[in-house]
């Protein structure tokens, strides 16, 4: 498809659980980002790649949350040892090129992580 | 802390109604953008504005841009249930901290 996708749309975690959410970008946008979003709020910046360089990630709540974007194109969120509070959806974004200007963002579906 | 306000949170009106709702900041933004979000879905770009002063229209939808290009405005004219979502701002900052900064959003429904 020509829009970001994102799997699973729905996951529950038992607390402790690992997830591992994925994105996949619209084809040719070098910038990527995550954001988790509570319900009725706006979304919360997490981090940011640009192709595989992971360059900002100030937005990481823990280190149990972990991404990655090892060739530039799909990107994972992976969440280590999930607690009550990670319950939230999680959002990704692509856009052309952050760095030349880009600042539009195409929004995934997201993922609604629900830990019990 | 850079931070994008929008206002109001909430507004519910009736159909037919012309509303505006506001985003403000204290930082100067290189651009920015209005999203629409409904339930179950991904933010979807509507707009997105460069210039200060500028002033962009799709359909019933007007998005200004302040002139300092801290602050933006979007007016809907004749207000159809098919407008209700979350509307969100985005702005790129572009100093020290590059950024984009997400408002809360304003909720919005249009009672039939």
């Known amino acids: 498809g020509a829009g970001v996708s994102q799997s699973p749309r729905y996951k529950v975690a038992k607390r402790g659980q690992d997830v591992a959410l994925r994105c996949d970008p619209i084809s040719g946008h070098v910038s990527l980002f995550w954001y988790q979003q509570a319900l009725g709020q706006g979304p919360e910046f997490l981090t940011y790649?640009?192709?595989?360089?992971?360059?900002?990630k100030s937005g990481l709540p823990s280190d149990r949350f972990f991404a990655e974007r090892p060739e530039g194109s799909v990107s994972t969120l992976k969440i280590q040892r999930t607690q009550q509070e990670d319950s939230a959806v999680y959002l990704c974004?692509?856009?052309?090129?952050?760095?030349?200007?880009?600042?539009?963002?195409?929004f995934g579906p997201g993922t609604r992580l629900t830990v019990t | 802390t850079q931070l994008l306000e929008q206002s109001p949170q909430f507004l519910s009106i009736q159909e037919g109604e012309n509303l505006t709702v506001y985003c403000n900041s204290s930082?100067?933004?290189?651009?920015l953008q209005w999203y629409r979000q409904e339930p179950g879905e991904g933010p979807v770009l509507l707009v997105t504005?460069?210039?200060?002063?500028e002033v962009k229209k799709l359909k019933r939808l007007t998005f200004q841009f302040g002139d300092a290009r801290k602050d933006s405005s979007l007016h809907i004219t004749a207000a159809q249930p098919g407008d209700t979502g979350l509307y969100l701002c985005?702005?790129?900052?572009?100093?020290?901290?590059?950024?984009?900064?997400f408002g809360k959003g304003t909720r919005l429904h249009i009672l039939p």
């Open positions: 790649f640009q192709n595989e360089a992971q360059l900002d």
């Open positions: 504005v460069v210039t200060g002063g």
């Open positions: 974004a692509s856009s052309w090129d952050r760095l030349a200007g880009a600042d539009e963002q195409y």
């Open positions: 930082s100067v933004f290189s651009s």
């Open positions: 985005a702005g790129g900052v572009r100093d020290r901290d590059d950024k984009i900064i």
